[in-house]
């Protein structure tokens, strides 16, 4: 039997190492093309823990989204391991562990915004007063209370995209999968929204695995930072950011903010080189 030191020693230590939310391990997927093979991801390891904001950043063609769909199980891997909150992708799936939020906000423009916000709720039949409790929520959560009533095409481009991301929040996942948001906007909009995902993120606790191409937005955004490189896509660096959990956009000036700017562009020169 243990005792009662042992069981305090055990409840610390997994506190200190807890479950990953993402464990992957030898992970590749090769698509058959009439082409030939792609080896789209090629012996990937990497372990997300929970509560971590980790982003995928790398040149075009590295893999990054065909790695978040094999997590949001829109892709199966042709070898290694994965589990989602301790299962398989597919049965993440399933239990609703994740919400995804694409490039584009892909909302119906005959849908009101709280009715976009609906649709998945409607789906999981939950009850009308649930529904609506769950809209007001998580419209607040992305400042968009008082444009429930609105079309998407009243909305401006960051807007909309604040949607969609209400819409992922609202099925209540621990996990939120972003597949380069906030890419087709201007750079004003974007630091607004880098600031808004931050708070967000940090009043949720949620776990983000986000794909960019945007060194600063990365950097500014995440605890870990993950470089691919493409032909075979695999991970060339894993960045854990030494930068305070609290993030305010004027730290972009910081030198340690700099330093880890300049590692995470040494790798993406790295992974190029390997190309050329
Ligand atoms: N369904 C598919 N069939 C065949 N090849 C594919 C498929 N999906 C992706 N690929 C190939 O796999 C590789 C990785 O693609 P992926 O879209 O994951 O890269 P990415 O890093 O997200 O690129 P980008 O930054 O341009 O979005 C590319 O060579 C791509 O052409």
């Known amino acids: 039997m243990l005792t009662g030191s042992e ?121 009308r007063a649930e529904q609506d409790a769950r809209i007001k929520k998580n419209l607040e959560l992305v400042n968009l209370a008082g444009f429930e009533k609105k079309y998407p095409w009243q909305l401006s481009g960051g807007m909309q995209q604040r949607a969609s991301i209400a819409r ?33 993120w940090a009043k949720t606790n949620k776990t983000v695995v986000f794909v960019t191409h945007s060194i600063p937005e990365a950097v500014y955004l995440s605890t870990k930072i993950v470089v691919l490189c493409p032909r075979p896509g695999r991970v060339y660096d894993v960045i854990d950011s030494t930068l305070p959990r609290e993030r305010t956009l004027d730290m972009r000036e910081s030198e340690e903010f700099l330093k880890i700017a300049h590692r995470v562009r040494e790798g993406l020169k790295a992974g190029h080189a390997y190309d050329d």
């Open 7 to 127: 069981i305090e020693d055990g409840l610390e230590d997994a506190m200190r190492h807890p479950d990953p939310v993402i464990d992957i391990a030898k992970l590749s997927l090769t698509f058959q093309t009439n082409d030939g093979p792609v080896h789209a991801l090629s012996d990937i390891d990497l372990a997300i823990e929970p509560g971590d904001f980790v982003s995928f950043i790398g040149p075009s063609g590295c893999g990054k989204t065909t790695l978040l769909r094999v997590i949001a199980d829109l892709e199966r891997p042709t070898a290694g391991s994965i589990t989602v909150n301790g299962v398989s992708p597919e049965q993440a799936r399933l239990n609703r562990a994740y919400g995804y939020v694409f490039q584009a906000a892909a909302l119906y423009p005959w849908r009101s915004i709280a009715k976009n916000v609906a649709l998945p709720l409607e789906i999981m039949g939950l009850s």
């Open 168 to 200: 992922a929040l609202a099925v209540e996942p621990n996990l939120l999968l972003m597949d380069e948001p906030f890419g087709a906007l201007d750079e004003i909009v974007r630091d607004h929204l880098n600031d808004q995902l931050h708070q967000l």
